[in-house]
């Protein structure tokens, strides 16, 4: 079985421009979740789907970031314009529902100069 | 509000036994989880316990809660160089179902 995948792997930018990252989930999961890890951190939720329903983003700084899930299957997150402080690993997860057992992408790492 | 909190570094000899603890503070968490990361990798699930479950056993690992005191422990019997990563300790919400994560434990293992 095929795991979450996530694109691109690394990404430079510099502050102020924008971004986005893409995850296709595992098949058949209906649960899909974004996660910043800062350097040193632990993972923190973003942005929480339910097939293509939000279901939390109260986390998401939203004058900046934005996400879609494009037909409850695969999503997008986007940075504009980025700040120094968005450089962190990005990790895509997904669950058959929630909660339920979290599987993890291996992550975009963003760098923000 | 939620937190979960876990000691920064364990360092054994190879062959030791590993204990990593964890101590969180939601008690209606339904699941608590131990993820596994490598260096420039994604989080791997190593395992997981029910809330009403004491202790889940799998292969090398042993996973011990303590529901009153709200600890986690992830036990690694014969601890080998490749178990040299960080790991992190994580609860549910027990509402939409988003996990808390610790700060993480990085393991070393000495030869």
């Known amino acids: 079985e095929a795991g979450v995948a996530q694109s691109p792997r690394y990404k430079i930018i510099e502050k102020r421009q924008s971004v986005a990252f893409w995850c296709n989930p595992i098949?058949?999961?209906?649960?899909l979740y974004w996660y910043q890890q800062i350097l040193g951190q632990g993972p923190k939720l973003l942005i929480q789907?339910?097939?293509?329903?939000?279901?939390?983003d109260s986390q998401l700084p939203k004058d900046r970031f934005s996400a879609e899930r494009l037909k409850g299957v695969d999503s997008t997150l986007k940075i504009q314009p980025a700040k120094l402080e968005d450089s962190a690993v990005y990790l895509c997860?997904?669950?058959?529902?929630?909660?339920?057992?979290?599987?993890f992408g291996p992550g975009t790492r963003l760098t923000v100069l | 509000g939620e937190d979960v909190e876990q000691s920064l570094f364990l360092s054994v000899r190879e062959g030791d036994s590993s204990v990593i603890n964890c101590t969180y503070t939601?008690?209606?968490?339904?699941?608590l989880y131990w993820y596994k990361q490598e260096p420039g990798a994604g989080l791997q699930l190593l395992t997981y316990?029910?809330?009403?479950?004491d202790m889940k056993q799998d292969q090398r690992l042993t996973v011990l809660l303590n529901k009153k005191d709200k600890h986690l422990s992830l036990r690694i019997a014969d601890t080998q160089t490749g178990d040299s990563a960080i790991y992190f300790c994580?609860?549910?919400?027990?509402?939409?179902?988003?996990?808390?994560f610790g700060q993480g434990t990085e393991l070393s293992v000495k030869p």
């Open positions: 997860a997904s669950s058959l529902g929630s909660p339920d057992t979290q599987y």
């Open positions: 098949s058949g999961h209906a649960t």
């Open positions: 789907f339910q097939n293509n329903g939000v279901v939390d």
């Open positions: 939601d008690s209606s968490s339904t699941y």
């Open positions: 316990i029910f809330s009403n479950m």
């Open positions: 994580a609860e549910d919400d027990n509402q939409g179902g988003k996990l808390i």
